[in-house]
């Protein structure tokens, strides 16, 4: 039952919300289980501009841990 209520409430959120939550709730459980490192999610200006890691200048918003 919570559970419904809370899936509820997710899908009434306006889309573009909906998408920025989910995007700051994934990667902090992920960090926490070991799948990604916090060092991946960083912003580093080496990676980004030497390595092309472009995913750098977005993650980094979304992790909050």
Known sequence: MPYQILRQEYLQMPPVTRAYTTACVLPTPAVQLGLVTPFKLSFNRELIFKHFQVWRLI????FFG
């Open 59 to 62: 993650t980094n918003y979304f």
